[in-house]
């Protein structure tokens, strides 16, 4: 187990996610493991990393640990059934929390995130992910989910002042309910074919639900003071 230590990195050279350089803790292949409670800051340049689950890693818990300014905060990839909850990244250059690469049926739970480019990012072919009650601050997009990514379930989590997207959807079969973006620049859901939505509330975006494609399942949906529209539903939406 890893708890409550305080771990400063400088050193930003050769860096990278998957040797674990200029990474705080790194777990290549390990199953089990407990890590909670850490503080962690490293620098801000390319591929450093405060936490990074690497290569089939499964079965971790990661809980209450602190990360600031690496340019990803939570770096999951090519792993499953990891569960992160009570996390906060603090102004990470690129992503609080990346989850990519086959990263399949982990689950995060009131994790926080501010700043950065994306503040919750999965992609690559990561499926059956669920993210609950996670908040996300600034940045560019707060929660974006892309390239073969599907099947995941993003359930009460609060998304605020991102500058682009609140919910940025660009992948199949998702569920999203009880979500909330308050203020997003464009979009507060921005969401492709084939995903389903209920109970969501879209608060002051320019867009509160823009919908691009068919089969898009909406109800019980609230979009409150949109500068331009509150449900914009284009390319045969159904």
């Keep these: 187990n890893i708890t409550n ?18 990474n705080a803790i790194f777990l290549n292949d390990a199953d089990y493991a407990s890590i909670s409670a850490n503080t ?11 936490i990074n ?63 950065g480019s994306t503040n919750f990012y999965i992609w ?5 992910n669920i993210l609950t009650s996670n908040t996300a601050t600034g940045g560019s997009t707060n929660f974006h989910l892309v390239s073969s990514s599907n099947n995941n379930s993003l359930i009460s989590n609060n998304a605020y002042n991102s500058s682009s997207y609140g919910f940025r959807i660009d992948t199949y079969d998702n569920s999203l309910s009880n979500n909330y973006a308050y203020n997003s620049t ?29 089969n898009v399942t909406l109800s019980s949906n609230y979009a409150y003071n949109s500068t331009n529209y509150g449900f914009y539903l284009s390319s045969s939406s159904n």
Excluded: K, M, P, W
């Design 186 to 214: 464009s979009f507060s859901f921005s969401i492709i074919s084939n995903n389903t939505l209920t109970n969501n509330t879209a608060t002051r975006g320019s867009y509160g639900f823009y919908i691009i494609g068919s």
């Design 124 to 128: 690559s072919n990561s499926i059956n």
């Design 53 to 115: 689950l690497y290569n089939n890693a499964n079965y971790n818990i990661l809980s209450d640990n602190n990360v600031t300014r690496s340019y990803y905060a939570f770096h999951l990839r090519s792993n499953s059934n990891n569960s992160l909850t009570s996390n906060n990244a603090y102004n990470s250059s690129t992503s609080g929390f990346y989850i990519y690469s086959s990263s399949n049926s982990n689950t995060l739970t009131n994790n926080y995130a501010t700043g």
């Design 5 to 22: 230590n305080t771990i400063t990195l400088t050193y930003a050279t050769s860096c990278s996610e998957t040797t674990g350089a200029c």
């Design 40 to 50: 962690v800051q490293t620098s801000s340049a390319s591929n450093t990393a405060g």
